[in-house]
């Protein structure tokens, strides 16, 4: 008789093999580049007025740009430098940071991000992206690492709906009109970011950054950009995509928070209101690394995508190109939106003392501040109470206080550098 071979374990583990080959091509094939459609879409449909919002937006970056296209060419001879704040949320308990599989990711990891923004944004030579195209240009945007924040936390996920508020809760964003503030965290979904839109007010430079409406003040709190650790960076053990390998993730999610819009509109064939990025039907979504020419058919001819713009979904390696349009875009955005204005001012301006503006006071939630201290130097604030008692101390560069559970009365505000204490008296009704 011939001898039965069971095949089972065979055929079990080719099985095994094979899902878990597919699972692995997925979890490359399955992420997506940005939330921002998706949030938006959502943001819409339950809210109305935020389509109002946008397309009031435009009709003040339009005009803005056709009144002032040639100080914009002056202006663009000057750099602004953004100062960011990396707040590093992960499930790490024993704080170890650093290494292939930990949240918790490395200072170096951290720097490198700074370093592809600043390649990107200033269209250095030497690390191009696929396409070496001539509209590329320097935008004059530059950043400069001013923090590291590490917050421990037990959900090992974020969902990209509700991250925000909860990243903002767990570590409060520093002064978001003077910082960019970036929550590195694992996402539950398949997005690899999002960012928040700048706010555009009816008044701009009178307003210098405080908030002109109820829209204006919730926003300030979660206003930055979120990114997946795993895709925040290069050159790190914790990068392991092939696809999303060299910290563009971020360059694009800054895009959106400086402005910018997905180089296909918000539709098919739609615009991003610029006019040297050529309409194009979708996005980039590839797995396909080859950098392969991807064609559109808008307006009835055909034109080449620009895939190697940052505001596409393209693979890591294929991107290299800011447009001028899109730095016009984006200065006006430091003009027009209240709180990047104020961004810019800060980063060119110098303070010879610490000073601090309160407003409003008095306050029944939020309590909000302006500080301004010598060479951008950090600061810590405390509250105390009218018998001198501390409710809360030292906290490090957060420009907000939700005064809910304190009792009405009288309050002082004290915020302090290492050389220099100003005290501010508010009122809690
Ligand atoms: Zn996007």
């Known amino acids: 008789m011939k001898k039965r071979i069971n095949r089972w374990p065979f055929i079990t583990i080719l099985i095994l093999a094979s899902f878990a080959r597919t699972y692995a091509q997925r979890l490359d094939i399955y992420p997506r580049r940005c939330a921002y459609d998706y949030l938006d879409s959502i943001r819409i449909a339950s809210n109305p007025s935020y389509l109002a919002n946008q397309e009031f937006t435009e009709k003040r970056i339009q005009p803005y740009l056709l009144d002032n296209g040639n100080r914009l060419r002056l202006s663009a001879e000057s ?23 930990n949240q918790n ?13 600043n390649e990107d944004y200033g269209n250095t030579s030497g690390y191009q992206g696929f396409y070496t195209d001539s509209l590329g240009v320097d935008t004059g945007i530059r950043f400069r690492l001013a923090g590291i924040v590490r917050k421990y936390d037990s959900r090992s996920a974020f969902n990209i709906l509700t991250a925000d508020k909860i990243l903002a809760a767990i570590s409060p964003p520093w002064s978001t009109n003077k910082y960019l503030n970036i929550w590195v965290c694992d996402l539950s979904s398949e997005y690899l970011g999002v ?7 009816e008044s701009n430079a009178a307003t210098a950054g405080l908030p002109t409406s109820d829209q204006d003040e919730t926003n300030a709190l979660t206003d930055g950009v979120i990114i997946g650790w795993k895709v925040f960076g290069r050159n790190s053990p914790a990068v392991t995509s092939r696809i999303y390998n060299l910290g563009r993730t971020a360059t694009h999610e800054v ?34 690394i080859s950098c392969k020419p991807v064609y559109s058919f808008c307006g009835g001819f055909a034109s080449r995508n620009m895939i190697e713009n940052y505001m596409d979904y393209s693979p890591d390696r294929c991107m290299s190109v800011f447009t001028n349009d899109q730095k016009r875009r984006m200065q006006a955005v430091f003009a027009v939106s209240p709180r990047r204005a ?3 001012r800060n980063s060119n301006s110098s303070y010879e003392s610490l000073s601090v503006e309160i407003f409003p006071n008095p306050i029944s939630e939020y309590l909000k501040f302006n500080v301004y201290t010598p060479n951008q130097a950090q600061f810590k604030v405390s509250v105390l109470n009218a018998n001198g008692v501390y409710i809360l101390n030292g906290i490090d560069n957060q420009t907000f206080i939700n005064v809910k559970s304190f009792g009405s009365g009288i309050y002082i505000l004290k915020v302090n550098t290492d050389h220099e204490t100003v005290t501010k008296r508010f009122l809690v009704r």
């Open 79 to 101: 750099v602004v430098t953004i100062p960011v704040v990396v707040h590093v949320i992960h499930n790490r308990k024993d704080d170890h940071i650093g290494g292939a599989d």
């Open 342 to 344: 104020d961004l810019v």
């Open 255 to 288: 895009g959106h928070w400086l402005g910018l819009i997905h180089t296909w509109g918000k539709i098919r064939c739609g615009t991003d209101y610029c006019d040297d990025t050529p309409q194009a039907e979708s996005s980039n979504s590839t797995q396909d």
């Open 105 to 117: 990711i490395s200072d170096d990891q951290i720097r490198s991000q700074i370093d592809v923004l």
């Open 195 to 201: 960012a928040q839109s700048p706010v555009v007010s």
